[in-house]
């Protein structure tokens, strides 16, 4: 199938690191998560770690606020944080109630290292860096999940993780990655005019996105272990 649009720009640095990208989006936790074989147990840790993640993700995205340069820009920010506060967390409250892992339980949960390296990495690049910088570090876990959710859920068969990946490939997610999208090729246009790619500024976004794909594998890679 061909991928989801989300815009050029990313679609440009997730062609400089072709490698690390298939490494996240095609890893084996996502294989058995399609095919229904990955333990229970094993999908309710990620979801706890995930649940953290996400509250600390929120808070990345509430800086895109602050950092903004327009009122459109505040407003799409802001438009994500409500999206991963009211529907991306209520997943993982929904699913964890289900399994018996209570909303204290879960709120509970001890971050692992590897989650605390993610999202502290996300707010330093935003905290130390501008607009631009932050949003490069935030887009692969937007977009990659929404790009997997669009795979799995045309490819799915019968899996107890159904909801899950109905989730991120439904429409209601589609359009925040297509929003994000549209908001970093507009920040872009704003900030580097139209041939952003040919500047140094570039590599360094490229640097963003690199990193934060590869720490997106290895949340994958723990959830296995």
């Not at 995205?61 to 009122?71: C, E, H, I, Q, R």
């Not at 990659?144 to 068969?157: N, P, Q």
């Not at 909801?163 to 970093?184: K, M, P």
Request: with cysteine.
């Amino acid at each position: 199938m061909s991928l989801p649009d989300y815009g050029s720009g990313f679609a440009a640095l997730r062609t400089a690191c072709p490698e690390d990208w298939h490494a996240y989006t095609r890893h084996a936790f996502l294989d058995a998560l399609q095919d229904g074989s990955l333990p229970r147990s094993d999908f309710l840790s990620y979801l706890r770690q995930d649940y953290v993640f996400l509250i600390h993700f929120a808070r990345a995205w509430s800086l895109a606020v602050v950092k903004a340069g327009s009122l459109a820009e505040m407003q799409a920010a802001s438009a994500t944080v409500h999206g991963l506060l009211h529907h991306e967390m209520a997943l993982h409250i929904r699913l964890c109630a289900a399994a018996g892992i209570s909303a204290a339980d879960l709120a509970a949960t001890e971050e692992a290292t590897g989650n605390l390296a993610y999202t502290r990495y996300v707010l330093d690049a935003g905290l130390s860096g501008d607009f631009l910088d932050l949003l490069a570090a935030l887009l692969p876990c937007v977009l990659g999940y929404g790009e997997i959710g669009a795979r799995l859920i045309a490819t799915a068969g019968e899996t107890p993780y159904r909801d899950w990946i109905g989730t991120y490939g439904g429409e209601t997610y589609q359009q925040i990655c297509r929003e994000a999208g549209a908001l970093f090729d507009m920040a872009l246009r704003d900030r580097l005019g139209e041939a952003a790619q040919t500047l140094p500024r570039w590599r360094q976004l490229e640097r963003h996105f690199r990193v934060a794909t590869r720490l997106e594998a290895g949340f994958w890679r723990a959830g296995l272990a």
